[in-house]
């Protein structure tokens, strides 16, 4: 098999300084593991359970600064887009354009990436079935995009919980298309901390290490130097300081299965 | 307690001609009946389960069709918008405007909606607990919009599969909000059709009359002349046959239990 | 439509005295609302959340209560079994012999009921899909019973959560087997108390009438004095002060969809 | 970490003769692969779906079979028992009893098991949260054993299908109790074969990659000469010939975690 995917990096752009010094940070430890890795980090964040919450930047200033961190480090990077307007402007900057998983049934948003060229990086919906993949692969299809992946982050579990079905992994790739597996979101407890979503970070070294057993393309992890500062999704972001165990973990493990 | 509200109409404006035949449908019902109805249809369906669904007319165009058909026949009407520059044309025409499911957590869309001061309905995500409602009541309060409702829709239950919990409605009145059941989404069978949403029509009587004995402020019903020819979602839309019987026996529970 | 059947009492027998009380009360609330009952108490509470809850009597002991109570008060009686012993001595004395939930897949538990002759109440395990109440069926049938119907108690969604489908109601009828519905059961939060099970009791009545509005044959409503101070399942029984309109209303929905 | 326990074998005892040789084989794969097994059969299906299905022996005879084994190979046995009277018989035949999923919240069965002072395996109900073993511990212990693990083997996801929650295996290892997972179980489709469970044996060696590296005591696998031909559960057990392969895998993910 081919070589993983990380696709590794903040939950936001919390400030200039903040993403190039993490940037870097992840730059070291992806070359220490002997990784491949794709920088990530939102500018905006459209869909906080609260509005009290810190939403980032403009779409691109945030863009430009990914896209100099990336020329810099020589890396991909990857960003989220919320609107058709959005994605055309972050497409002039970015190497993969992630779909949130709440918009992932939005043709218009899905057109409008498909139509960038770039490529695609759709996160599978809470609410969707593993299969229903193919109807959005489609849809990439005749937009004239073959370049996209998918992202299983967990499926709605009851009310306020997430669970991460390890068969999903096996689905998706048997119908032909390639999966990352998001390890941070996948804990959250949507809506569990009242006004902001909770989650269980200590878990999510748990669901990568499975993930990668069970088999699949990629692992999506947020790291943040201090997850307890973090301005969102703190709760289940990886600490960087256990990312490179992590990581060297994850790579055995991929190897021995592939 | 005060009149229980009924949204009544197709899923989307096949036609002017149809749609204008639906509504004069609709009104002599709701006049026979004797209930306060509000006309719906969309104008767009913009997250087609497939690229090769009908999707419909420009959102101008279409709201200009429903407000002509709400001065003309003295109903309020609704329809469902997508994103915030949509909204804003859309208000221009329409009395209350829907957020859809899948969009409930998208803040500008609830931000552009809450400004244009129509009444906004928020249909509650497949993936939110009914107690979360309270974080977009509050997003829609901060922008200055004190008259929402919600819909419950269904929640996600497995894969392919939605669950109508009749508590909801209990739970997101006692959070201090009215509150909408949607009996013909809530018995969509999601993908379940392969490359389109299937659905179990005939349950949807069932449900409405479920939800309007457990107490709610309201049904939402989609109706067709022939579900079986419907352009959208059809599997799962009442016949326009069986709504006055069905309306008749709906407004005697709520009587009964109010 | 035939009447509907009424499955009222405590949850369990906490004192001879106790249940007495419970029936001479239930009986006039049931001439009074002119509904037809069956009463029902537990012997024994075989799988409690804790070893250290109140368990219960004897098996003989409490089925000749119960007998007793039947006669003097000319109401059939019930109560559930969890052995093929247990159920040779119920069936001595007992009119409706339920099987729990959790027991519903036992096929020599299944088998014993059915031989006993008498009418078999099989309650659907919280894990079961409402079409595989037709494999129970068919075991109950092939054992020589057809005096038996299903109950519907909720179903596993999440963790600590159950949910009432009330399309299930529908799907068994449709089978062609009678169906109740079991409102206090359905509002329990399986271990949501640690040691106990909780529940919401307050819920209990929004969905009894959620049930009857959707077409159900029955309506199973465990009921105390006090729930604050009963043995088991405190939390989700309804107070028997709350009995006479709940059932009223009940009724009168009955009535109007049937 | 301690070595890693592997409950293997198939899911019934068809005969005498099939079940030696099975175990011979295992025997044979065990040594080979350098693992320690427990032999694993059961001489009754207690719970079929469907009163057709092929049930199994006598207790006695069927445990006797097991003993014999156990004694000439030199391994442990286990076997499922489905009530007191059952329990005790077995108790004196077999090294770990294991108590049902179905079973799991029935105290007697739970008290008849611990009083046996034999090592007991308490499958988690597919109700059941995974915090919620510890009211199951608490009755072991109460009763007097401490030499107890639970097996994960799905939770209850929608209707006929069941999701293995990766984190169940560290929440329940956290509240400190071992815990196996049961990788065949687990990938069963409940009810899905109309009047048979079907499932997906494919996915089976995903789920125990996935456990193995998400961090478990054990893994459970049932395993048959020809799935095709097993008289129980068939479309869910691993070929034997894909065993070896499997088992080596296993090993080494967990060497690689612990």
């Known amino acids: 098999g081919p070589e993983p995917l990380y696709i590794l990096g903040p939950c936001v752009i919390e400030s200039e300084e903040f993403v190039w010094r993490m940037a870097r940070q992840l730059k070291a430890i992806a070359s220490e593991v002997g990784i491949q890795f794709v920088f990530k980090a939102s500018y905006d964040k459209a869909?906080?359970?609260?509005v009290k919450s810190f939403r980032g930047l403009d779409v691109r200033e945030g863009c430009q600064?990914?896209?100099n961190i990336g020329k810099e480090l020589g890396v991909p990077v990857t960003t989220d887009v919320h609107s058709p307007e959005e994605t055309k402007i972050a497409a002039e900057y970015i190497d993969i354009l992630q779909i949130p998983a709440f918009l992932c049934r939005q043709t218009d948003l899905i057109q409008a990436a498909a139509e960038t060229k770039r490529v695609v990086n759709v996160k599978k919906g809470q609410f969707l079935a593993p299969w229903d993949v193919k109807n959005i692969a489609d849809k990439l299809l005749s937009f004239g995009n073959d370049q996209f992946f998918f992202t299983e982050r967990g499926a709605t579990f009851?009310?306020?919980?997430?669970?991460?079905?390890?068969r999903s992994l096996y689905w998706i790739r048997e119908a032909g298309y390639p999966v990352v597996f998001d390890a941070t979101h996948s804990v959250q407890r949507p809506g569990g901390g009242g006004d902001k979503?909770?989650?269980d970070g200590v878990l999510a070294p748990v669901l990568a290490r499975a993930a990668a057993a069970a088999g699949c393309d990629g692992i999506f992890i947020e790291t943040h130097e201090d997850p307890s500062k973090a301005l969102s999704d703190g709760p289940n972001q990886i600490p960087l300081a256990q990312l490179p165990s992590l990581l060297k973990q994850l790579r055995q493990i991929h190897d021995l299965v592939r």
Chains 1, 2, 3, 4 share one sequence.
């Open 47 to 50: 869909n906080r359970t609260s």
């Open 197 to 199: 979503t909770s989650g």
């Open 158 to 166: 009851g009310y306020n919980n997430l669970v991460a079905d390890m």
């Open 65 to 67: 600064i990914l896209a």
